[in-house]
Structure formats: structure tokens, C-alpha cells
């Protein structure tokens, strides 16, 4: 466990803008703060922890070309997402680099690659965009659109952490 939660430590301290020797303007800033709670709420062992940073009508397109002969577009309702995460058991991990930050009065996006782990293994990565809106409590996940590409991808789409030697892509 304690490497995972180290893994867990890594992937917010790697929440960054694009510009790094730029100061980020607060509303940049609380954006990037939005993400990287969210991020963390996918790690976290309570799996309702999700629920508190995202819209519940927002819906999540997952861009999938795992199987890169056949790539397909799955459209997720948020609400049905969160009754499934619920009652996994796993342990997750998400780690995205945030790459660019938009902000136009009450909403915003963040772009950037991430890798995906789930119980110690990596499963994925892939360039997440992530629409959100400021609410009352702050910034939520309005909807989310990302790539689900194989792991000897990540070096090419620019995850931080790669190349691996260890990476290899496994039949999904």
C-alpha cells in the first residue's frame, strides 16, 4: 500500500499548467486545485468521494482505442458511472499532467495526458479534457471527454514517467 500511496502523492504534485515559469491567475488556480481533487477522489477508498467533484447530469465520452483496429466512442451518464464506481473494490489511481487551462467566467477546461493504474498496474493513458463549471462550492467536473489508448503509448502522448521499460501492452 505504501507505494501506491506514494504513486497517489506523485500524481498531485505533478498537476501543473502548461507554462510553468508563469505565474497561474487564481481563477487558474482553483481550477487546477478542482482537478487535482478530483483526481485524488479517484484514488480514494471511499469510491462516493467522486460524487462530490463532478455535475451529476454531466456525462463522460470515453474515446477508447484500446483495440486500435476497431476505436469506438462510449457516452457514459455521469449518474450511471457513480452507482458503478460505488461498488468497486479496486484500488485506482490517476495521474494527469494539466497541460492547459481555460477559463472564461464560470466555466473552464483543463487539457492534459494522464496514466491510468488500477490495483499497482498501469491500464491505460491517454490526453484528458475535462469541462467544468464554478458552483456555489466551487469548480465541478461539468463533463469529461478522454482517450483510452494502450500503455506503450504514454511516452508518445507525453505522460510524465515515460519511457518505462517495464511497459507493455497486454491483450485487453
Given at each position: 500500500?505504501?507505494?501506491?500511496?506514494?504513486?497517489?502523492?506523485?500524481?498531485?504534485?505533478?498537476?501543473?499548467?502548461?507554462?510553468?515559469?508563469?505565474?497561474?491567475?487564481d481563477?487558474?488556480?482553483?481550477?487546477?486545485e478542482?482537478?487535482?481533487?478530483?483526481?485524488g477522489?479517484?484514488?480514494?477508498?471511499?469510491?462516493?468521494?467522486?460524487?462530490?467533484?463532478?455535475?451529476?447530469?454531466?456525462?463522460?465520452?470515453?474515446?477508447?482505442?484500446?483495440?486500435?483496429?476497431?476505436?469506438?466512442?462510449?457516452?457514459?451518464?455521469?449518474?450511471?458511472?457513480?452507482?458503478r464506481?460505488?461498488?468497486?473494490?479496486?484500488?485506482?489511481l490517476?495521474?494527469?499532467?494539466?497541460?492547459?487551462?481555460?477559463?472564461d467566467?464560470?466555466?473552464?477546461?483543463?487539457?492534459?495526458?494522464?496514466?491510468?493504474?488500477?490495483d499497482?498496474?498501469?491500464?491505460?493513458?491517454?490526453?484528458?479534457?475535462?469541462?467544468?463549471v464554478?458552483?456555489?462550492?466551487?469548480?465541478?467536473?461539468?463533463?469529461?471527454s478522454?482517450?483510452?489508448e494502450?500503455?506503450?503509448?504514454?511516452?508518445?502522448?507525453?505522460?510524465?514517467?515515460f519511457?518505462?521499460?517495464?511497459?507493455?501492452?497486454?491483450?485487453?
Open positions: 500500500m505504501r507505494g501506491f500511496d506514494l504513486l497517489a502523492g506523485l500524481s498531485l504534485a505533478l498537476a501543473a499548467p502548461a507554462s510553468a515559469g508563469e505565474p497561474m491567475s481563477e487558474k488556480l482553483a481550477v487546477a478542482a482537478v487535482t481533487a478530483f483526481m477522489a479517484i484514488g480514494s477508498d471511499t469510491k462516493t468521494d467522486l460524487a462530490d467533484h463532478m455535475v451529476p447530469e454531466a456525462v463522460i465520452f470515453v474515446h477508447s482505442r484500446m483495440d486500435p483496429a476497431n476505436p469506438r466512442i462510449d457516452v457514459i451518464p455521469v449518474a450511471d458511472h457513480l452507482d464506481w460505488a461498488t468497486r473494490t479496486a484500488r485506482y490517476e495521474e494527469m499532467t494539466i497541460s492547459t487551462i481555460l477559463v467566467g464560470d466555466m473552464a477546461v483543463a487539457w492534459g495526458p494522464y496514466a491510468f493504474w488500477a499497482y498496474k498501469l491500464s491505460h493513458c491517454g490526453i484528458n479534457s475535462l469541462s467544468l464554478r458552483r456555489d462550492s466551487g469548480w465541478k467536473i461539468a463533463n469529461t478522454f482517450t483510452m494502450l500503455p506503450s503509448k504514454c511516452e508518445e502522448l507525453g505522460v510524465p514517467g519511457p518505462a521499460e517495464s511497459v507493455r501492452d497486454e491483450t485487453p
